[in-house]
């Protein structure tokens, strides 16, 4: 029993010490934070746009942005048989929500004919298997006033537009989720 538990913890110091940490301020205000243990990398940041969804910029939109840097955030954690990113970016435009919606509506079609509208945000999935099923509206809850989703892909691997206005312009943000396990695929 004595030699088991020194075991595990000779493996527990060891996992610690393999640990590093790394912090990055760009000169834009930009932070990353990346940490690596022996098992798994996790990378944070704020430095990331449209590109980094997938999706277009619209044109004349800017970020929206606050002092502590909410409404950005690049979030990756992997290792060599499963990965999540997370990319989520919010931005502010004087046209109408409708103009946004349309021009979003036709840029998600380059991931699938099927751009789904959904006033009451999506479904969430419980099963981890997802890759065969689709991603669905949420029929529960209120809609926001004025706020719509519109959503292509599966469950592990999708595209989000949320647009609501934002007094006499719009408010949208754009969302890139890619879940992988059980292949060594990268992200």
């Known amino acids: 029993m004595k030699s088991k538990l020194a075991i595990i913890l000779i493996a527990a110091l060891a996992a610690l010490t393999a640990c590093s940490v790394s912090e990055q301020k760009g000169t834009d205000g930009n932070k ?9 990398n996790i990378k944070v940041g704020t430095d990331t746009d ?20 909410k409404h950005r955030a690049n979030v990756q ?3 060599e048989n499963f990965g ?10 004087d046209d109408p929500p ?6 979003y509506r036709k840029d998600l079609k380059k991931f699938g004919d099927k751009v789904l509208e959904c006033p009451k945000g999506l479904t969430e999935s419980h099963s981890s298997h997802d890759d065969d099923k689709e991603i669905r509206c949420s029929d529960s809850g209120h809609a926001e006033d004025g706020k719509l ?14 647009v609501k206005p934002n007094g006499k312009g719009t408010e949208f943000s754009l969302v890139y989720v890619n879940v992988k396990g059980g292949d060594k695929e990268t992200m």
Do not use: C, W
Not at 84 to 93: I, L
Not at 98 to 103: A, G, P, R
């Open 32 to 40: 990353k934070v990346e940490v690596k243990v022996p098992f798994a």
């Open 50 to 69: 449209a590109r980094d969804t997938g999706l277009s910029s619209y044109p004349g939109a800017q970020p929206k942005t606050d002092e502590n840097d």
């Open 77 to 79: 954690i992997g290792g």
């Open 84 to 93: 999540v990113k997370v990319v989520a970016v919010t931005f502010v435009s």
């Open 98 to 103: 409708q103009k946004v919606i349309d021009f």
């Open 149 to 162: 989703d519109l959503a292509v892909g599966i469950p592990s691997r999708q595209h989000v537009v949320s």
